[in-house]
């Protein structure tokens, strides 16, 4: 099965207006890794999560880990935020191809398209991109409703 994909175009009036980016999901071990490092750091921190949450699924257990991230060791915090800039390429006009420094020149971009990782690789809208940006999701026939 396809992994969902997502084109983000930013519209902010700053240095990255008109970039479009390609955000590519997770496979789903590499979102189980992500997800119990977040939790075992967050355990580490004194942070219970509730068994329901857990049990919930991988949204709510994703949200759950976003509202608490504050309290993560800053080390594991920022491990698991740049991360999520792995599933993220630039598009060209002939080719999409991964990051480099220079490519995002706005830390409210950066912001921005992890929280669209987020909201593709966990399937909820908890993360608020911002009105400023345009999302077009790609499904796979299978995943319409």
């Given at each position: 099965?396809?992994?969902?994909?997502?084109?983000?175009?930013?519209?902010?009036?700053?240095?990255?207006?008109?970039?479009?980016?390609?955000?590519?999901?997770?496979?789903?071990?590499?979102?189980?890794?992500?997800?119990?490092?977040?939790?075992?750091?967050?355990?580490?921190?004194?942070?219970?999560?509730?068994?329901?949450?857990?049990?919930?699924?991988?949204?709510?257990t994703?949200?759950?880990?976003?509202?608490?991230?504050?309290?993560?060791?800053?080390?594991?915090?920022?491990?698991?935020?740049?991360?999520?800039?792995?599933?993220?390429?630039?598009?060209?006009?002939?080719?999409?191809?991964?990051?480099?420094?220079?490519?995002?020149?706005?830390?409210?971009?950066?912001?921005?398209?992890?929280?669209?990782?987020?909201?593709?690789?966990?399937?909820?809208?908890g993360?608020?991109?911002?009105?400023?940006?345009?999302?077009h999701?790609?499904?796979?026939?299978?995943?319409?409703?």
């Open positions: 099965m396809t992994r969902k994909t997502s084109t983000i175009t930013i519209t902010d009036d700053n240095r990255d207006k008109h970039k479009s980016f390609k955000l590519t999901e997770w496979p789903a071990s590499k979102t189980e890794q992500w997800v119990f490092r977040a939790v075992f750091g967050l355990g580490k921190a004194g942070v219970e999560i509730p068994p329901e949450i857990l049990q919930l699924g991988a949204a709510p994703a949200y759950f880990i976003g509202m608490q991230a504050t309290k993560l060791p800053s080390r594991l915090g920022i491990r698991l935020a740049n991360e999520l800039m792995e599933c993220v390429q630039v598009v060209e006009e002939k080719i999409n191809r991964s990051l480099v420094e220079n490519d995002i020149e706005e830390l409210s971009t950066r912001l921005k398209l992890k929280g669209e990782v987020l909201k593709l690789t966990f399937g909820f809208f993360f608020d991109a911002s009105p400023n940006s345009e999302s999701t790609k499904e796979h026939p299978s995943q319409k409703r």
